[in-house]
C-alpha cells in the first residue's frame, strides 16, 4: 500500500485537498454571499482535481524511471514495486474519473465549456512529463501553473456562476482573493521546481536533461533561487502592511509575521548555504510548509475580520 500511497504522491494530495476544503469552508462559507455548489458537489470537486494530480503523479514517475534510479533510488516505485503496465492502468483510471467528474461538475453550474479545463490539466500534465519536462523552465512552469490553477477552479465553479451585475463587485472581491493566493502559490510552486532541479543535478546531468542548475550551473541555479525567493517576501511584507496593518487585522499580521515571511526569510538564508541533496530536501519542505500556513492564514483573516467587526 505505502509504495501505491508513494506513486501518487499521497503528501501533495493531502496538501492541495487542504487548500480547498479551507478556502471552502474556512473562508467562502463564512461570507454572506451565494455559492454554486451544494457540499456534495464541492467534495466531488476536490476529488476531480486530486484524481487528476494523482493522474499527473503516476505518469511522471513512469517517465523518469531512469533519473529516479540515479537521483532517487529510495523513492523509485514504477519498474521496482508496481509494474510500468500497471502504472499505465491507474494513471488512465485516475485520469479518466477526474475528467468525467469535470465533465459533470461543469454541466451542474451550467457552463459545459469548463469542461475543457479539466482535460487541458490531463494533456499538459501528460506532455509535461513525456517531453516538455526536458525543456528548461517550460517544464518548471507548467507545474507551478497547474498547482496554481486547481485554487482557481474554486472561483470558477463555486463563484462565477452565482456572479451577477447586483453583486458583481463583492464577488469580484472575494475571486480577487482566490487569485492573489494562486499566485503565491505559484511563485512558491516554482521555487520548489527550481530547487529539486538543483537536487537532482548530478542525476540530471548524466541522464541529459536540460533543467536550470544542469544549464547554468550547480552555484548559479541557487544565486537563481536566492534572487526569486525575494520576490514573495517582498509581496507578502507588502500585502501584510496595506491588507491588514493598515486594517487592524493585528493577529492575522502578526500570523503572517511568524507563520509566513520568517519561514520565507529561513529559506533565503539556506539556499545560500545549501550543498548536500539533504539540505535542499528541507528546503522543499520548508517550502511546502510556507504554502500550507499561507493557505491556513484565509481561515485565520477571516476569524479575524468576524471578531473584529
Known sequence: MIN???????????????????????????????????????????FSTLFLAAGGSIINAIFQQDSDSENKPDCQVVGKFISENTAYNLYAAFTFTGVSIGFYL?????????????????????????????????????????????????GLFDLL??????????????????????????????????????????????????????????????????????IPILCVVYYLKVYLFDAKLLYSFIYGLIFIVTPLIYFSIKIFKANEPKEFRHLNIILKCILFFAYLSIFVISLNIQNHA
Not at 492541495?16 to 471552502?24: E, H, K, S, T, V
Not at 453550474?109 to 509535461?128: D, E, P, R
Open 106 to 154: 461543469s454541466n451542474v453550474i451550467q457552463k459545459s465549456n469548463f469542461a475543457i479545463l479539466f482535460i487541458l490539466i490531463a494533456s499538459t500534465l501528460y506532455f509535461y512529463a513525456s517531453s516538455m519536462k526536458n525543456s528548461i523552465l517550460i517544464g518548471n512552469i507548467i507545474v507551478a501553473f497547474t498547482t496554481s490553477i486547481y485554487l482557481l477552479l474554486i
Open 161 to 230: 456562476p452565482t456572479t451577477f451585475e447586483a453583486n458583481q463587485t463583492v464577488m469580484g472581491i472575494h475571486f480577487s482573493i482566490l487569485f492573489d493566493y494562486a499566485v503565491f502559490t505559484f511563485i512558491i510552486a516554482f521555487l520548489i521546481e527550481l530547487v529539486s532541479d538543483i537536487e537532482n543535478t548530478k542525476g540530471d546531468t548524466s541522464q541529459g536533461l536540460s533543467t536550470l542548475a544542469v544549464v547554468i550551473g550547480f552555484s548559479k541555479a541557487k544565486n537563481t533561487v536566492l534572487t526569486l525567493s525575494l
Open 4 to 46: 501505491y500511497l508513494k506513486l501518487i504522491r499521497y503528501r501533495h494530495l493531502l496538501l492541495l485537498a487542504f487548500m480547498q476544503l479551507i478556502f471552502r469552508y474556512g473562508f467562502l462559507k463564512l461570507q454572506n454571499i451565494p455559492l454554486a455548489l451544494a457540499d456534495w458537489q464541492y467534495i466531488l470537486l476536490v
